[in-house]
């Protein structure tokens, strides 16, 4: 399975600022996903990253909060903007071909805490 | 509506096969079985899917009923380092999609 690296993967933030976190996998994917897990909480799906294209959010996240890149098929980036204390979670990238068939892959998340 | 339904708590023995249990009873045809798990402080790990037929892996079974609605994930021997929050998720076979997680219980493995 793919390796996928996530930086940084900790860090502690002042609300009112912005950080952004980096995922590379160490091969070509289609399809790369951001997900965030609120402490104590299963993991919600953020967005779903295809290069080339604008990515996608699901209902409750917009992308002036969460932009997001992905400039090419080994690399893209999450940026949590004017974050709050209720932005505190850990932020994970997983990457896979988006087929049913295929399983998807985890980094181990960027546990970021805002004060 | 959640898709799956497993335990909210059980735990094993160490040494001991851990048999996690999941209904799905509204699975469609064309919905893959999948079984993550989440080991703390980590992200989580693929452990094995099915769509009809048991499978086996390096990890786990996943044994699947006939009528598809049930199925159960076999640790044949439990040990310490499989203490995790395991999910049962269905996804469907065609088309992009992705993986959307429930709550799943946390095993803890007892020594």
């Known amino acids: 399975s793919a390796v996928i690296s996530q930086k940084p993967s900790r860090d502690i933030c002042q609300r009112g600022t912005s950080l952004t976190i980096q995922c590379q996998v160490d091969?070509?994917?289609?399809?790369m996903f951001w997900y965030r897990q609120q402490p104590g909480q299963s993991l919600t799906l953020i967005a779903t990253a295809n290069q080339g294209s604008e990515a996608t959010y699901e209902s409750g996240f917009v992308i002036d909060k969460f932009p997001i890149s992905r400039p090419n098929l080994t690399f893209s980036t999450l940026t949590v903007s004017n974050m709050s204390p209720e932005d505190s979670s850990i932020y994970l990238c997983?990457?896979?071909?988006?087929?049913?068939?295929?399983?998807?892959?985890f980094g181990d998340g960027t546990r970021l805490s805002i004060l | 509506d959640a898709k799956t339904t497993q335990p909210p708590s059980m735990d094993c023995a160490e040494g001991r096969a851990a048999n996690l249990p999941c209904n799905h009873s509204?699975?469609?045809?064309?919905?893959?079985v999948y079984w993550y798990r989440q080991i703390h402080s980590q992200g989580p790990q693929y452990i094995i899917h099915?769509?009809?037929n048991n499978e086996t892996n390096e990890m786990a079974s996943l044994i699947i009923t006939e009528d598809r609605k049930s199925s159960t994930l076999i640790l044949p021997h439990a040990t310490l380092r499989d203490t995790a929050v395991y999910y049962c998720?269905?996804?469907?076979?065609?088309?992009?999609?992705?993986?959307?997680f429930g709550t799943g219980p946390r095993l803890p493995v007892i020594p």
């Open positions: 998720i269905v996804r469907y076979q065609t088309g992009a999609n992705n993986l959307f």
């Open positions: 509204t699975i469609s045809g064309n919905e893959y």
């Open positions: 997983s990457v896979g071909s988006g087929f049913g068939d295929q399983p998807q892959h």
């Open positions: 091969s070509q994917v289609t399809m």
């Open positions: 099915g769509l009809k």
